[in-house]
C-alpha cells in the first residue's frame, strides 16, 4: 500500500464517525465526543474522525436539517479542541472512493447478513406490531447501511473502531465482510474491531432516563448560559425539603455532577447530600461546574458556526488528507477485482 503524500503513520488506526443528525447534547459530550478527543491527542494512535453525512440520509430526508447538524457537529468538535493537524477530519461525502467501495462491497455482502442486523430488525418488528406491511418504510438505505458503514472503516484499513453498544454488531460485519474479500482477493483490508469504554458515564437526561434525542430530555452542549441555567433547574428530584437527607446515587444531579467532578469534589457532593442540601442549592453548584467546563469552547463554538468559511477550509484539508489514504487504495482494490486499464 503507498500513501505517498500522507502524513500517516505506523500507528494502529482508530477510526470512528458521527452521523449528522441532531444537535449534540451533554450526553454526546460526556459518553463519546470528550473521550474520542482526549484519545486522539495520544501520539500513538492514528486518529480518523469524520461526519457521516450519507448516514443522515438514511435517518432524515431534510435538507436544511442534514445540513445546519453538519455545521453544528463540526463546530462543536473543532470548539472542544480537537486538532485537524493531529487527526484526520474529514466528511464523509468530500470522499467519494467510500462510495464506490460501498458498492464493491456490496457485491461481497450476504444479504442474509443484513436480514440480521439490529436496526433493520427493530423496523421490522415496528410494522408487524403496527400490523403494517414488514416492508413499510424500510428503504434500501436502511437496510444496506452496515455495507456503507463497513466502506467506511474497511477504506482506511481502520483497526479499532470505538462506538456504541448499538453499533458493535456492525463493526463484526465490517469484518466479515473484509474476511470474505481478502479470503478470495488476498489480504487487501485490516480486520476492525470495536472498542467500548466501560469507564464512560452514560448520562442521564432531564426525566432519569438514559439522556437522548429520541426521549427529548436532552440538554443541548452550547445552549446560551442563561438556558443551561434553566435546563439544569429542570431536572427532575424528589419532594425531600432542605435539611432532609438525599440519596446521591438515586438523583440525575448527582449523576451528571460525578460526570464533570474531580474525586475531591464527588465525594464532598456526596457529604452535602448526606447533609440534606437544597435541590436548588445542588443545581446552582451543578450549573456553575458544568458551565465553568463549556464557558471558553461554547465561545470558540459561536465563532466557528459565524464563520463557515473557516470550517469549511478545515474540512477541505482534512479530505485531501483523507484522500491521500482512499485514492490509493480505491486504485489498489479495484485492480484486485479485475476493474483495471486495458494497458499498463
Ligand atoms: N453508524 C454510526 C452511528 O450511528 C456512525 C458511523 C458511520 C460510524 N460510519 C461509521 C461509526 C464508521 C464508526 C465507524 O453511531
Known amino acids: 500500500m503507498t500513501e505517498k503524500h500522507s502524513n500517516h503513520t505506523d500507528n494502529p488506526r482508530v477510526l470512528t464517525g458521527i452521523t449528522t443528525t441532531g444537535s449534540p447534547h451533554l450526553g454526546n459530550y460526556v459518553g463519546a465526543i470528550k473521550p474520542a478527543i482526549q484519545a486522539s ?9 469524520f461526519l457521516a453525512d450519507y448516514h443522515a440520509m438514511i435517518k432524515s430526508h431534510e435538507p436544511e436539517k442534514i445540513h445546519q447538524s453538519s455545521m453544528e457537529i463540526a463546530a462543536t468538535w473543532l470548539a472542544l479542541g480537537l486538532d485537524p493537524e493531529q487527526v484526520t477530519f474529514y466528511r464523509q461525502s468530500d470522499v467519494p472512493e467510500i462510495m464506490e467501495l460501498s458498492w464493491i462491497l456490496t457485491c461481497w455482502t450476504a444479504k442474509g447478513l443484513m436480514n440480521r442486523a439490529h436496526a433493520y430488525k427493530a423496523s421490522v418488528q415496528g410494522n408487524e406490531a403496527n400490523n403494517d406491511d414488514a416492508d413499510f418504510g424500510i428503504t434500501m438505505g436502511l437496510f444496506s447501511y452496515p455495507v456503507l458503514m463497513a466502506a467506511d472503516i474497511l477504506m482506511f484499513n481502520g483497526q479499532q473502531i470505538p462506538v456504541g453498544r448499538d453499533q458493535i454488531q456492525h463493526v463484526e460485519m465490517a469484518r466479515d465482510i473484509a474476511q470474505r474479500f481478502n479470503h478470495h482477493y488476498g489480504p487487501h483490508f485490516a480486520l476492525p474491531e470495536a472498542v467500548i469504554d466501560d469507564n464512560v ?11 437522548s434525542k429520541s426521549y427529548n430530555n436532552t440538554i443541548p452542549l452550547f445552549e446560551t448560559e442563561k438556558k443551561l441555567k434553566k435546563s439544569i433547574n429542570k431536572i427532575k428530584t424528589n419532594l425531600l425539603e432542605p435539611g432532609e437527607p438525599k440519596d446521591a446515587d438515586d438523583s440525575t444531579v448527582f449523576q451528571i455532577w460525578q460526570a464533570f467532578a474531580s474525586a475531591e469534589q464527588i ?8 447533609d440534606g442540601i437544597a435541590w436548588g442549592d445542588a443545581k446552582k453548584c451543578l450549573f456553575e461546574l458544568v458551565n465553568q467546563e463549556l464557558a471558553q469552547p461554547r465561545e470558540r463554538y459561536a465563532e466557528l458556526i459565524a464563520d463557515p468559511a473557516a470550517m469549511e477550509a478545515i474540512l477541505a484539508s482534512g479530505a485531501e488528507k483523507a484522500r491521500a489514504v482512499t485514492v490509493p487504495k480505491l486504485a ?9 486499464p486495458m494497458c499498463a
Open 41 to 49: 491527542q495520544s501520539s500513538d494512535v492514528d486518529s480518523f474522525l
Open 332 to 340: 489498489e482494490i479495484r485492480s484486485a477485482i479485475g476493474i483495471r
Open 201 to 211: 458515564a452514560v448520562l442521564q437526561g432531564l426525566d432519569g432516563r438514559k439522556m
Open 267 to 274: 465525594a464532598d457532593m456526596r457529604q452535602q447530600f448526606a
